[in-house]
Nanobody
Framework: VQLVESGGGTVQPGGSLTLSCVAS????????MGWVRQSPGKGLEWVSV????????YTKAPVVGRFTVSRDNAKNTLYLQMNNLKPEDTALYYC???????????????????WGQGTQVTVSS
């Protein structure tokens, strides 16, 4: 199993980025997938989770209305469209495979069994 993120970078507040995560080594269309971030000096924070077929999405409150998770199962790719970025969005963003039950709070990180290496997002003027 391999998850490879890309698309991070440095943007000014109010800017946009789209993160991508290419999955390989498993049938990605059979699994829910998620984005989890870690800010400097802080713990993990789940951002958004999408179910296997893309019909259900769960997004944490601080980014609702600004971040949108999506997936293209034909390309084995997960996306995170991030708009109106804020300095507090600065973090290392991980893509991870989710193997737990559907829920509204995804802060039990033991339910994510495979993780990518992360892509850095820095929001600064």
């Amino acid at each position: 199993v391999q998850l490879v993120e890309s698309g991070g970078g440095t943007v000014q507040p109010g800017g946009s980025l789209t993160l991508s995560c290419v999955a390989s080594g498993f049938t990605s269309s059979s699994y829910a997938m998620g984005w989890v971030r870690q800010s400097p000096g802080k713990g993990l924070e789940w951002v958004s989770v999408i179910n296997a077929h893309g019909g259900a999405r769960y997004t944490k409150a601080p980014v609702v209305g600004r971040f949108t998770v999506s997936r293209d199962n034909a390309k084995n790719t997960l996306y995170l469209q991030m708009n109106n970025l804020k300095p507090e969005d600065t973090a290392l963003y991980y893509c991870a495979r989710y193997v737990g039950r559907p829920k509204t709070d995804y802060s039990d990180y033991s339910d994510f069994d495979y993780w990518g290496q992360g892509t850095q997002v820095t929001v600064s003027s």
